[in-house]
């Protein structure tokens, strides 16, 4: 996701690059399912208690903010990480 989004968000814009990254994902989803007996669910909780509410705002703000931006925004934190 962290280089898939901006690389195909130079090609087919944005917006489109992040829907097409969350099909993907899902898709991952689903094969992790085989392994769900194997989770560690200590670790993994928290991590989805701040997925939930991060993935709400990320939709809300990718409606509402302009695309140049959100670019600008994914430039410097891809610099800072």
Same mark, same amino acid.
């Given at each position: 996701?962290?280089?898939?989004?901006?690389?195909?968000?130079?090609?087919?814009?944005?917006?489109?690059?992040?829907?097409?990254?969350?099909?993907?994902?899902?898709?991952?989803?689903?094969?992790?399912?085989?392994? &769900? %007996?194997?989770? %560690?669910?200590?670790?993994?909780?928290?991590?989805?208690?701040?997925?939930?509410?991060?993935?709400?705002?990320?939709? &809300?703000?990718?409606?509402?903010?302009?695309?140049?931006?959100?670019?600008?925004?994914?430039?410097?934190?891809?610099?800072? &990480?």
């Amino acid at each position: 996701g962290l280089i898939a989004i901006p690389t195909l968000g130079l090609l087919i814009g944005l917006k489109d690059a992040v829907t097409l990254s969350l099909i993907v994902q899902m898709v991952s989803v689903i094969f992790l399912i085989r392994i &769900y %007996d194997h989770i %560690d669910w200590k670790l993994v909780l928290p991590v989805i208690w701040g997925l939930i509410p991060g993935t709400l705002l990320g939709v &809300y703000l990718l409606t509402i903010l302009d695309e140049a931006w959100i670019r600008w925004a994914l430039t410097v934190f891809i610099i800072g &990480y």
